[in-house]
């Protein structure tokens, strides 16, 4: 069963996605969205983890600039949203989906984050802030320069509380493999498990079906360690 659902945070209600498992939950997992808002993919992942057991919610992090959904590619009308997000929104809206999660039973340890994108950084941010169970990243930007106003996930690495996995695509235009080779370097200063799994023939968003960039065998190879990862260190 999905719903969507409000939640309250400092500023305003929030829309929260909201995916319950047949039966009681493994755990919970927070699915952070893309750039292009909370859209049919990003819901369909979240039914995905409900699939496999867990209790998942995705909030609407664009939910200060009227919460849209936009077009893959439409770049002109995403900037203004992601120019809008900070570093303190953003832990805003994390704690307030922990608290919605925690009304339900789950601790920070029983609840992990992946994240997709622009979301890939959000959920670095959240597994550098809160002792999570664990923590996925797909492709994630902000590795070298900050971004919403927080440092590089460089900076960052050796403060990660949270068990942090790592998935990148060699082809990624923006992201380039030396970056991330960089961040795998950072990320053995943290006193979690961390690792980095790159893929050779990827590119940019390669786990959504919805975009042109979709690499299928990375995407299903990418998919099958995130579950792995969050059964070793989530459950």
């Not at 493999?177 to 006193?191: G, H």
Request: proline share 4%; glycine share 10%; aromatic share 10%.
């Amino acid at each position: 069963m999905a719903t969507t659902v409000s939640v309250n945070t400092v500023d305003g209600e929030m829309a929260l996605y909201d995916a319950e498992p047949e039966g009681s939950a493994r755990a919970a997992v927070m699915v952070i969205q893309e750039a292009f808002g909370v859209n049919h993919h990003i819901e369909e992942v979240t039914r995905r983890f409900a699939a496999a057991g867990y209790r998942a919610v995705a909030p609407h992090l664009f939910h200060r600039t009227g919460d849209p959904v936009l077009d893959y590619g439409d770049f002109e009308k995403v900037m203004p949203h992601m120019q809008a997000l900070t570093e303190a929104g953003l832990l805003a809206d994390l704690d307030a989906s922990l608290s919605h999660l925690s009304v339900s039973g789950f601790v920070p340890s029983r609840v992990g984050v992946v994240g997709f994108c622009m979301g890939g950084t959000v959920a670095f941010l959240a597994a550098v802030h809160d002792a999570l169970g664990a923590a996925v990243t797909f492709y994630g930007g902000g590795v070298t320069e900050g971004r919403f106003g927080m440092p590089s996930l460089i900076e960052m690495a050796p403060r990660l509380k949270t068990p942090w996995l790592g998935l990148y695509g060699d082809l990624d235009q923006g992201i380039p493999a030396k970056s991330v080779e960089s961040l795998r370097q950072a990320i053995t200063r943290a006193s979690v498990p961390t690792e980095i799994l790159r893929y050779a023939e990827a590119a940019h968003g390669f786990h959504c079906d919805a975009r042109d960039s979709y690499h299928e065998a990375s995407a299903r190879d990418a998919w099958r360690h995130t579950l792995e990862w969050f059964e070793t260190y989530l459950l």
